[in-house]
């Protein structure tokens, strides 16, 4: 799989949580919210290469995260009450992955590429996704996972909160 060419095309550039990126929409519409004036809507291209994770972080807005093209990805999903769901995005509907995946406003994600055979490797396998954020994405309303934070709030998802988090 040839995700350079991806990268290139799109003008994907390093995302501060993992992986490559590149905004393509931004409403001109505006509305009034307790933080501030945010755009209706913003989209992202967003590009996971091999062993690349998308580490835990959160928005003060929801997310549609929408498949393209490569293998599958896998959303990690720590709702505030404390479950884990891991959501399948991509096309193997058969095997449970759906096409689109919303993760709520204030709920902790992350992702990764979802893992193939051992024959297969992990090095080139890559995933292109389109993320939609309404109210629009501002980095004001990103905020990534501290390690200790995540711990004392959900003890009992120690590896994933380790992996995915940053070392401290």
Do not use: K
């Not at 709520?104 to 893992?115: K, L, S």
């Amino acid at each position: 799989m040839n995700w350079h060419i991806w990268r290139d095309c799109l003008a994907l550039q390093p995302h501060p949580e993992g992986g490559y990126y590149c905004e393509s929409y931004r409403s001109p519409t505006r509305i009034p919210l307790p933080q501030g004036e945010r755009h209706c809507s913003t989209a992202i291209y967003y590009l996971l290469v091999g062993t690349q994770i998308s580490r835990l972080h959160r928005l003060r807005s929801d997310e549609v995260w929408h498949f393209y093209q490569g293998v599958g990805l896998w959303v990690h999903e720590l709702t505030p009450t404390g479950e884990h769901h891991v959501h399948r995005l991509g096309m193997d509907l058969a095997q449970g992955y759906r096409p689109q995946v919303v993760i709520p406003a204030g709920h902790w994600f992350c992702a990764e590429v979802a893992r193939g055979s051992e024959e297969q490797g992990d090095r080139d396998r890559a995933c292109l996704v389109g993320c939609t954020v309404s109210p629009g994405f501002e980095f004001a309303d990103f905020e990534i996972g501290d390690r200790a934070t995540l711990l004392a709030h959900y003890p009992q998802h120690q590896a994933l909160i380790e992996r995915f988090t940053p070392n401290p």
